[in-house]
């Protein structure tokens, strides 16, 4: 099963960089691959993590996607679990933490592991979603930079 996993220190506050990532439905502006994301359901647990469904279309070339996936905000732990629920995918887990540094500075990792369906698809998607993967951390870095400012 394909999997990637990177750790970033970026020069943003851990809540900023939460915030980022939480905020989903910014992503068809910056993430790779990423052309729609709706949020179908927002609920609040009695622990206070807030839950997400979300349906995020991705497309390259000639290929279009569309899946599922419910998104666990838990801000007080600083992780964010997102669980596949329809789609493409066999399985798609992906998980960022958020591990401050300092007040101006966040150590962010991100892992994913997803298999598709199908074989077809794998093989037609898979490097490309490899390589996509490998530029999400970039990416939400990038962000961070535009949406707060350049670190001093």
Known sequence: MPQFETTRRVKHGVDNMFDLVADVTSYPRFVPLCKALTVRRRDTLPDGREVLVAEMTVAYKFIRETFTSRVVLDRA??????????????????????????????????????????????????????????????????????????PA
């Not at 669980?83 to 500075?105: C, I």
């Not at 794998?122 to 939400?140: E, P």
Request: glycine share 4%; proline share 3%; charged share 30%.
């Open 77 to 150: 732990n600083r992780i964010i679990d997102v669980t596949y629920l329809d789609g493409p995918f066999k399985e798609l887990f992906n998980r960022w933490t958020f591990t401050p540094v300092d007040e101006a500075t966040t150590d962010v990792h991100f892992s994913i592991r997803y298999e598709f369906k199908s074989r077809t698809l794998a093989a037609v998607m898979g490097q490309v979603f490899d390589h996509a993967f490998r530029r999400f951390a970039t990416a939400f870095e990038e962000r961070a930079d535009k949406v707060y400012g350049l």
